[in-house]
């Protein structure tokens, strides 16, 4: 049974933003861009193993999706966490393409692709820290122990592994394999180390304590505020949009649009404040009427915080209902 379910991250919604809103020339632009497609190939590898995890039978595990805890000094995020009476299972998914090779004496990571070779991180050394963080965290919070094991899964289908060392076939596999490797792991744990209530008890802990990342992506890339481009930006054409006669429309394409300024918004949370007053959001969008900026942030459905000249608008992430 999922009891926390893999939802859209939050980080890469940010560098969606910052993509958005970024001139074209700006010096940080390619690595905006290097960081976008590395972390949305993340998503989409973790998306992939879904269909996998539908085949191991669910009455034994509950299924958490993307957890991140603290461990008193450190946070350590695990794609998945599969939790059973027996044993828990750590899953990091890696989706990267080419020829890969892991050299685990030296705990290198190497890939070559068109020519062009690059190194990553040890995957064994990650997931050997988290098992040992997930223990301890266990260990701190319950009191109890249990086995905790861990697998690293390569998710891209035209990636092709090659393993330095065998032993290491044990924790790393390409992600075809989960069920078969899942049904081993369980083999090897017959001793019974929570009832339901405890197992119940964990789980629900685990995912109470999980702690949403809140880093500024501006910060991240020491990007100002001030350098990004304002404004409601057109989605055929990405030129700027203006305010007509209850509409948005764009100048260049000739594009008309209600909802046009949600997104804008939502671009403005993710990148520079969760809220915005009436008169940031005038200068923002380029609307001059206090009346109908106040209109359309009501008309979000975010919290109203503050009274008077003070007042502030929760901008919410997921899109107002309609
Ligand atoms: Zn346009």
Known sequence: MIIKPRSYPLRLRKLEALQRRLPPHHPK????????????????????????????PHKNYLIIHDLRLFDGQHFFQMDTVLVSRKFILILEVKNISGSLYLDSDIYQLSRTLNGKEESFPDPLLQIERQQLQLSNWI???????????????????????????????????????????????????????????????????????????????????????????????????????????????????????????????QDYACLCHPQISNKQARKYLNINSEDTVKRLLAKLGGKKIGTYKSTKYEIPLENPKR
């Open 29 to 56: 632009n390619s690595l905006v861009q290097e960081a976008l497609a590395r972390t949305r190939a993340g998503y989409h590898g973790e998306r992939s193993i879904d269909f996998h995890l539908n085949f191991i």
């Open 139 to 265: 260990q701190n919070q319950l009191s109890l122990t249990i086995p905790v094991e861990s697998l690293v899964l390569f998710s891209n289908k035209q990636a092709v592994l090659h393993l330095k060392n065998d032993r290491d076939s044990e924790k790393v596999i390409k992600s075809e394999g989960l069920v078969n490797r899942v049904n081993v792991i369980a083999q090897r744990h017959d001793k019974v180390c929570f009832n339901v209530d405890q197992l119940n008890s964990l789980a629900y802990r685990m995912v109470q304590s999980h702690h949403e990342p809140r880093q500024s992506v501006l910060e991240s890339f020491d990007i100002k505020e001030f350098d990004l481009v304002e404004g409601v930006i057109c989605q055929s054409c990405l030129s700027q949009m203006s305010w007509l006669k209850g509409k948005w429309q764009c100048s260049a394409c000739g594009t008309r649009a209600t909802n046009s300024h949600v997104l804008a918004l």
